[in-house]
């Protein structure tokens, strides 16, 4: 998050030093909780007010402020990689003890063969056979390394510093093996490896008192049988113990509704290519909507009820509770239309006509896209009209279509995507509307964008070249959309590659694409 070097300083600011920055400062409140992380703000401020500081800085008021010890999380700035913490659990019935056997390690990057260990906050808990927590007794040699035991409610949560490539933490008074819930909150930015079994995550997902790791967990889930689909196996076979799960989840109106519809999304095709060694765009998507129809059709009988269930009459609030209900309800809308009943698609016609919310009437239009045929360009002209001179809604009107999921009858999107940069509202000197279309397509639209024939990867190219005089900034964003080209299969490879090295051989390329290109090149 702290690069060592650049070519040109407006390539510096990435995602990763955005989010991952926001990231590595949260770490540092979860070690020293959130009273020590305001002391440590306080004397931060009290030193360094009308100052120009560094990462160090921050980090050295933490410290002091607390009486802690802070050197080794430096490497958090220092050292590129997301670390992985493998982990092993045994339980001992007989001494009734449960340990957690840990070991950190971070891959080799590019100038960084060997890593040395980060300081890492980890948050565990234990969660029962009846999916409540159980109380926290850490052994006499594992206290030491367990920051503090914080218990909110019912839930009990154990924050470990890890600080070694390998440390053991045990747990007294366990009678019954349990399942861990592990990394609650998000308490670090690392990649957890365990051996979750499919009952494992659904028990999490349907009883975790954490909320983020109850809708990991759920991910997880999803993930394994988008990956297994992928492998072979039968969708609706591999799928049950997921559509079961998630109909706990729904039937639950103990639940927040927006948490509910959280727990329904699934994973982004791109987090799902992240999890192979080779991706196959198309393939990845196939098997996404297969899992995607699972829920759809296994859960049919509750779709429209709770579509029914949520809608209302009463004006427009912007509310916790509304903004909510109105979430899962466009949520429910979207798989009632995936179950090709006739009346979610007058349902939502009837919902995009009457909308007096944004929310409603996109989320309506989102459903027709997914049915697709005339019901969506229908739509689609309507909503275009509709906000002809509200420049921010066209914007959402543009990267709608440019990440839309082609429907049986239609041509490449990219057709489409060509088209509506023709349109009167389209002008390449506008940023927001180059992310929205085009931006949106290459980012976000994985199998149109990844056409085994390398048409997206032509007029990628194109599009760079078109923008770089114009924006050398917006042309370097959009260079990024293959820094992953070698993840994919040979024959993409190769029409990346010469679309790059197009690039490379470009003359007057503007120092900020130059840049992105040649390290991409090189990676």
Not at 69 to 84: E, I, K, V
Not at 389 to 416: C, I, Y
Request: charge should be negative.
């Amino acid at each position: 998050i702290r690069p060592d070097s650049y070519q040109e300083i407006k390539n510096f600011y990435t995602v990763t030093i955005y989010e991952k920055g926001a990231e590595v400062i949260r770490m540092l409140q979860t070690l020293v909780s959130r009273d020590g992380f305001r002391r440590g703000m306080d004397l931060y401020f009290e030193r360094h007010d009308g100052q120009a500081v560094t990462c160090d800085d921050f980090v050295a008021a933490i410290a002091d402020a607390n009486g802690v010890d802070l050197g080794q999380f430096g490497r958090w700035y220092s050292q590129a990689g997301t670390p992985r913490i493998a982990i092993v659990a045994r339980h001992d019935p007989a001494a009734q003890r449960y340990r957690l056997e840990l070991r950190q390690y971070c891959l080799p990057t590019p100038g960084q063969p060997d890593k040395r260990p980060f300081q890492i906050p980890l948050a565990v808990g234990l969660a029962g056979p009846d999916g409540r927590d159980l109380p926290l007794r850490p052994s006499a040699a594992s206290t030491a390394r367990v920051r503090r035991i914080e218990t909110e409610g019912d839930r009990q949560t154990a924050v470990l510093e890890l600080t070694e490539s390998e440390q053991v933490f045990e747990f007294e008074n366990i009678a019954e093996a349990p399942v861990p819930s592990l990394g609650r909150d998000f308490s670090a930015p690392v990649i957890i490896e365990f051996d979750y079994d499919d009952a494992q995550l659904a028990f999490l997902a349907a009883h975790d008192s954490d909320p983020f790791n109850r809708w990991e967990a759920g991910q997880r889930l999803i993930t394994r049988c988008v990956l297994a689909v992928l492998d072979g196996a039968d969708p609706r076979q591999r799928c049950a113990p997921l559509v079961d799960a998630m109909a706990r989840v729904l039937d639950d109106e103990t639940l927040d509704p927006a948490f509910r519809e959280q727990m329904l999304l699934l994973p982004s095709e791109g987090y799902i290519a992240e999890q192979l060694p080779v991706v196959d765009p198309v393939a990845v998507r196939e098997a996404r909507e297969s899992v995607r129809g699972c829920i759809a059709h296994g859960l049919a009988p509750r779709w429209s009820a709770l579509y029914r269930a949520l809608s209302t009459d009463a004006p427009w609030s912007f509310d916790p509770s509304s903004v909510g209900r109105r979430a899962l309800k466009n949520l429910a809308l979207g798989f009632w239309i995936d179950c090709g009943d006739e009346a979610a698609l007058a349902a939502a016609d009837a919902q995009f006509e009457r909308a007096d919310n944004m929310s409603d009437r996109s989320g309506a239009l989102a459903a027709l896209m997914r049915a697709g045929g005339e019901p969506r360009e229908r739509a689609l002209a309507a909503f275009a009209e509709m906000f002809a001179d509200e420049a921010l809604v066209l914007d959402k009107w543009f990267a709608m279509q440019a990440t839309m999921h082609r429907r049986p009858g239609d041509g490449p999107v990219l057709e489409r995507v060509r088209a509506l940069t023709k349109h009167p509202a389209f002008s390449l000197r506008n940023p927001n509307r180059v992310r929205a279309l085009i931006g949106s397509f290459c980012h976000g639209n994985l199998a149109e964008f990844h056409a085994a024939d390398g048409s997206g990867y032509a007029w990628w190219a194109d599009r760079v070249l078109e923008l770089d005089p114009i924006n050398p900034q917006i042309a370097a964003r959009l260079a990024r959309a293959l820094d992953r080209w070698r993840k994919f299969d040979p024959q993409r490879q190769a029409a990346m590659r010469a679309a790059l090295e197009k690039l490379a051989a470009a003359p007057r390329l503007s120092r900020d694409v130059r840049e992105i290109v040649g390290k991409t090149l090189a990676a």
